[in-house]
T-cell receptor, first 113, second 111 residues
Framework: EAQVTQNPRYLITVTGKKLTVTCSQN?????MSWYRQDPGLGLRQIYY???????DKGDVPEGYKVSRKEKRNFPLILESPSPNQTSLYFC????????????FGEGSRLTVL | QKEVEQNSGPLSVPEGAIASLNCTYS??????FFWYRQYSGKSPELIMS????GDKEDGRFTAQLNKASQYVSLLIRDSQPSDSATYLC???????????FGGGTRVLVKP
């Protein structure tokens, strides 16, 4: 089954404790992206990757890191989480260099205390 | 001014009626336009894409695009309770790499 898999789905952590949210897709898509969704603000892009070893900032990259060492994986790293990073996070992938349909993971709800 | 704007709703429509959702965007060079549906607690899923001016129909859904007015809309005909969700408008800008989402319109279809 074609899918984008995120882990963990739910996480409660404390300020400053490094965490990684994994994202994996099995559709051989070149393009992957991370979004955060907050009430009233919609989906905002954090980082995206056009291909392996190619990443770029989205609209709200501060406080986040990403890496793209393999085509299928695109982890999101919070080196020192803060309460304002409490949000619902979605990973997405697409073919055709990002011009095709975006397929979303199920989301990861993160709470930073 | 937000890059992609939608009325947050809720838009309440009776079952069987037409729901009309609107979206405006600021990047005049935008080329691709999408409507995603998001059920509460779920991830967004694509329901329509439109690239040229005019109407595009798919089942009960019709997307309308007017690039001169920087306006894209979605009509849902014969609305069903299962259509109750948040509808997200997404616009791909002229640069191509960035897909910008509006805040979404919540639709409630009442039996």
């Amino acid at each position: 089954e074609a899918q984008v898999t995120q882990n963990p789905r739910y996480l409660i952590t404390v300020t400053g404790k490094k965490l990684t949210v994994t994202c994996s897709q099995n559709m051989n898509h070149e393009y992957m992206s991370w979004y955060r969704q907050d009430p009233g603000l919609g989906l905002r892009q954090i980082y995206y990757s056009m291909n392996v070893e190619v990443t770029d900032k989205g609209d709200v990259p501060e406080g986040y890191k990403v890496s793209r060492k393999e085509k299928r994986n695109f982890p999101l790293i919070l080196e020192s989480p803060s309460p304002n990073q409490t949000s619902l996070y979605f990973c997405a992938s697409s073919n055709w260099g990002g011009f095709g349909e975006l397929f979303f993971g199920e989301g990861s709800r993160l709470t930073v205390l | 001014q937000k890059e992609v704007e939608q009325n947050s709703g809720p838009l309440s429509v009776p079952e069987g009626a037409i729901a009309s959702l609107n979206c405006t965007y600021s990047d005049r060079g935008s080329q691709s336009f999408f409507w995603y549906r998001q059920y509460s607690g779920k991830s967004p899923e694509l329901i329509m894409s439109i690239y040229s001016n005019g109407d595009k129909e798919d089942g009960r859904f019709t997307a309308q695009l007017n690039k001169a007015s920087q306006y894209v809309s979605l009509l849902i005909r014969d609305s069903q309770p299962s259509d109750s969700a948040t509808y997200l408008c997404a616009v791909r800008g002229a640069a191509g790499n960035k897909l910008t989402f509006g805040g979404g319109t919540r639709v409630l279809v009442k039996p």
